[in-house]
């Protein structure tokens, strides 16, 4: 019998302890024995549990105990979890997480800590939540050179997308509607910024190039200034505004951003609505690969959460290491060189358009005064000093090539 610990009982934990008894003939038949929640940590109390007795609000209960093997980390924050992260592996126990804050920040060490000491450290549900992604990546994907990552990482931005395409609501109307069906925080920064999925493309490009991603080396945008007109003009050239994190990964360097983009709706990113992600993956040998399913809530990110445990279990004597290492040089290209087209909207008019961008593709005016058009394919750097030489620029957003 494998013996399981849990930490943090909140949405994802009690939803890993309701998979574990619900299921458990199924995931012993998985896992090839029997697996048992034994502590439950956390700083509440839950008199009116079932199994009370699981109950501790003493780490050393968990660190202490050699008959506990595999401890599920769902704390969240970086405080106390990297502390009692990083005990636990050195004690030879694997760790579980959805944490995508703490492997995104102090992956490269546990990494190693765990590798130093025999056992795994697995975070699949850091990323997609319910959505397998890590392990694909690790395993069925391993003979491929990933060269692109482009992904819908977030539900709450993309719910509020969705709400502004499809019911024509306000980002400030849409986002109201999250925070009342609890989709959305309080204070919605994370999400609707963009630093949610910031971290979630860094874990997935360190995994991709083998070289530690520092997210705070991710230029950010969330999607707060997206307006109506945005997703009209969107909408006029059949496409949709979705909030991107987006990896690119040649010669062992990577180029990396997190921001809302136009996305063709010929390409399968675009029908991804609501709470739903999507990962699209481009290897060099089977092309494009794409996953898709519920990002987040209760059962979807715990069912993530025993998936690794119960791999964990299963390679107990035997670990299986996901490896990435610290870069030795700066791994992080200039996006501003990246080659790509931009839609612009614009006061100017188009003859000042046409003088610095002599192949521009224009497109009808939703909002009147408005000159709007697609760049040609340039760098960055040279559609920014062309932009401002024409001057008087409303919005500009990259369109999504994968």
């Given at each position: 019998m494998a013996n399981v610990a849990v930490m943090g009982f909140g949405t994802v934990g009690s939803g890993v302890y309701e998979i574990l008894k619900q299921n458990a003939e199924h995931i012993a038949g998985k896992a090839g024995e029997e697996v048992k929640v034994k502590?439950?940590?956390?700083?509440?109390?839950?008199?009116?549990?079932?199994?009370?007795?699981?109950f501790t609000k003493n780490f050393a209960d968990i660190a202490g105990d050699a008959s506990v093997s595999t401890v599920v980390e769902v704390m969240g924050g970086l405080h106390p979890a990297y502390e009692y992260t990083k005990e636990l592996l050195e004690n030879g126990k694997s760790v579980i997480t959805s944490n995508k804050e703490l492997v995104a920040t102090h992956g490269t060490e546990l990494l190693e800590i765990a590798e130093k000491h025999n056992t795994n450290y697995f975070f699949e549900a850091s990323v997609g939540g319910g959505i397998p992604i890590i392990r694909p990546m690790h395993q069925c994907l391993a003979a491929n050179e990933i060269e692109k990552i482009a992904g819908i990482l977030n539900g709450?931005?993309?719910y509020i997308l969705t709400q502004m395409i499809e019911k024509g609501k306000s980002f400030g109307d849409a986002l109201t509607d999250?925070?009342?069906?609890?989709?959305?925080?309080?204070n919605p920064a994370?999400?609707?910024?963009?630093h949610d999925a910031c971290r979630k493309i860094a874990i997935l490009a360190s995994l991709a190039s083998g070289k530690f991603v520092d997210y705070k080396d991710i230029p950010t945008e969330g999607i707060t200034e997206i307006t109506l007109e945005d997703v009209r003009y969107a909408d006029s050239m059949d496409c949709v505004v979705k909030l991107i994190g987006y990896a690119e990964i040649s010669g062992g360097k990577v180029m990396a951003r997190v921001c809302p983009m136009i996305i063709p709706r010929t390409v399968p990113l675009s029908d991804v609505d609501d709470v739903f992600n999507a990962i699209m993956i481009h290897g060099n040998m089977?092309?494009?690969?794409?996953m898709y399913g519920r990002g987040a809530g209760m059962l979807p990110t715990a069912s993530a959460v025993v998936a690794d445990v119960i791999d964990a279990v299963k390679?107990?004597?035997?670990?299986?290491h996901l490896t990435w290492t610290a870069a030795e040089e700066n791994i992080?290209?200039?996006g501003d060189e990246k080659q790509t087209v931009m839609f612009i909207r614009t006061l100017a008019g188009a003859d000042a358009v046409r003088r610095e961008f002599a192949d521009a593709e224009f497109v009808d005016n939703i909002v009147d005064e408005e000159t709007a058009f697609l760049t040609p394919k340039l760098s960055?750097?040279?559609?920014?000093?062309?932009?401002?030489?024409?001057?008087?620029?409303?919005?500009?957003?990259?369109?999504?090539?994968?």
């Open positions: 502590y439950i940590l956390d700083i509440r109390d839950f008199d009116d549990h079932p199994e009370k007795q699981l709450t931005t993309n999250a925070q009342n069906k609890g989709y959305a925080e309080r994370a999400d609707v910024e963009g089977v092309g494009d690969v794409m390679h107990s004597n035997v670990p299986k992080m290209l200039d960055e750097k040279e559609i920014r000093s062309r932009l401002d030489k024409i001057g008087d620029i409303v919005s500009g957003l990259r369109v999504l090539e994968i």
